[in-house]
């Protein structure tokens, strides 16, 4: 059994990346609070504002405004029962606290924990620093480099985007009281959206299907790599693609569930086109494997849903895979083998 930290260390070092770091901060860290999403979104949009020196009242402003907008939508955003700081932001969304306050009490609560958990992955920091803590000499935190070239990468511009997914599917988790109740998630073909049966005939939207995937691959076609865009106009090209071609669901009927997110990912559109209802080669299968045991490396809901659809250990669910593959290889196999990129 993979330990946490090793896949961690396994899926930055096949693309060695500072965006391959940033999604580890943001896909496997252990969330006690949605605090890390909320700086990880103020980091970029403070980048792109370029700016170096960013003292604690500065950073209370997107910060804030992240956390604000978060708790309108869902009103846990922590496994703690109190936070004078989420209290603060709820009096804010109540009418009963200015923006001045609001700011006031961010940076003076609201960072106690974060700054000094943000790098750290699996027990351990990552070797690359997006900020440095500056409060004591100078009241703040400076940016590095390192993330303002992130943030102009093609990569950089998913990134919102993914900490938007994660986020929604970590603070569902929480309001749901995942994952005691175990609820999976699915996939709405219409509309492209992940949800979650949350009661008898209620159905929550989590997110779209492409910003909650993307990280895991990486931005990158499952197939050929090539690197995808999912935010703004150049999303419409990033096709999601069922490896398992969904055809064989009506074809056989059968128990499996070919809508799960284990044979979900994203591809290029001329890839996604060429292989129509067929499936890829077996390297091919081996990446959409190691994919799903990244879903299973973050914390929930994905990792849940991934177990219960698939299995409980890696063995179980490489049968799984390997037997839903047999089944389809009637269909016919695409020739287009992934054999040559080991790097996702
Ligand atoms: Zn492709």
């Known amino acids: 059994m993979t330990t946490r930290r090793s896949q961690v260390d396994e899926f930055v070092a096949l693309t060695p990346s500072d965006a391959s770091y940033f999604r580890a901060v943001i896909l496997f860290g252990r969330n006690v609070a949605s605090y890390k999403f909320a700086l990880g979104a103020s980091l970029i949009e403070l980048s792109r504002e370029e700016r170096d020196l960013v003292p604690l009242e500065d950073l209370a402003v997107p ?16 496994t703690s029962a109190s936070s004078r700081f989420l209290d603060a ?30 790098h750290v992955v699996g ?3 990552i070797p690359v620093r997006f900020f440095e803590d500056e409060r004591r000499q100078n009241g703040g935190i400076r940016l590095t480099d390192r993330l303002h070239e992130l943030a102009r990468t093609g990569q950089g511009e998913n990134l919102p985007a993914e900490v938007e997914a994660r986020w929604r599917l970590v603070e569902t988790s929480w309001d749901l009281n995942l994952p ?27 997110t779209g299907v492409r910003d909650a995937l993307n990280g895991y691959q990486k931005g990158r076609c499952m197939y050929c790599g090539a690197g995808l865009s999912i935010a703004g106009s150049g999303g419409s090209t ?20 070919l809508d799960g997110v284990w044979n979900l990912v994203l591809a290029c559109a001329s890839c996604n086109l060429e292989k129509s209802a067929r499936v890829p080669g077996i390297g091919c299968l081996k990446q959409v494997y190691r ?16 177990i219960a659809q698939t299995g409980p250990d890696s063995a179980a ?14 269909l016919g196999v695409w020739d287009k083998d992934c054999r040559e990129r080991e790097d996702l």
Do not use: W
């Open 291 to 306: 994919r799903n045991e990244y879903l299973i490396g973050s914390h929930h809901p994905l990792r849940e849903t991934l």
């Open 317 to 330: 669910r490489k049968d799984f895979l390997l037997a839903a593959y047999s089944e389809a290889v009637p």
């Open 238 to 257: 990033v096709h999601v693609d069922h490896v398992i071609p969904r055809v064989l669901m009506e074809r056989l009927g059968g128990p499996r569930n």
């Open 89 to 118: 932001c709820r009096s804010f969304n109540a009418g009963e606290l200015t923006e001045d306050a609001l700011r006031e009490t961010t940076a003076r609560l609201g960072f106690q924990n974060v700054i000094d958990a943000f």
């Open 63 to 78: 910060f804030a405004r992240h956390l604000t907008e978060h708790l309108e939508r869902v009103d846990t955003q922590g």
């Open 180 to 206: 005691a109740r175990a609820l999976e998630v699915s996939y709405e073909p219409d509309g492209e959206l992940l949800v979650v049966n949350a009661r008898a005939n209620d159905r929550i939207t989590l």
């Open 123 to 125: 027990g351990g920091d």
